[in-house]
């Protein structure tokens, strides 16, 4: 869902958000935000060149006809070339479509999960980000932040 806001800047950037499993945006907008692995990363028109390991978060994009989208995405890459920013997630979903309820659980599952060696012990942790990143989306969709792990 957009949220209503007036156009914001000059140029735009053309904007592709895709998984293994389906294309979730196509589109030009007027400014890109991706959870990078270490932090977010902001794109306007006519950005260098850039490629980047995406963590868990939101990704917000500003639409060239106003309005901003609001996604929770984990893992992947994005790169950016003439104007073009292409997102290649793991996971995508619309930050409406989150349930507060079930991303607890998730969190908790995620926290349990055994880390006996470096393989599972990554594996552990990149469920945990990805999991409270969820729970702290669905928090604010659901109109406020409640205490989390």
Do not use: C
């Not at 294309?23 to 990078?36: I, N, R, S, T, Y």
């Not at 349990?112 to 969709?141: F, G, H, I, N, S």
């Amino acid at each position: 869902m957009a949220s209503k806001e007036p156009h914001i800047l000059g140029g735009k950037l053309s904007l592709s958000v895709v998984t293994p499993e389906v294309a979730a945006f196509e589109g030009p907008v007027d400014l890109v935000v991706v959870p990078g692995y270490d932090g977010e990363v902001a794109f306007l028109p006519g950005h260098a060149p850039y490629v980047g390991l995406l963590g868990a978060g939101e990704l917000r994009a500003h639409l060239a006809s106003g309005g901003t989208q609001h996604w929770f995405l984990a893992g992947g890459v994005v790169q950016v070339v003439d104007n073009a920013v292409s997102v290649l997630a793991e996971s995508v979903m619309p930050v409406a479509s989150l349930d507060l309820t079930k991303a607890r659980v998730e969190l908790e599952a995620a926290m349990a999960l055994k880390a006996a060696d470096e393989p599972t012990t990554l594996a552990k942790e990149k469920a945990v980000a990805a999991a409270r990143a969820k729970v702290r989306l669905a928090e604010r969709a659901a109109g406020g932040a409640v205490a989390s792990h």
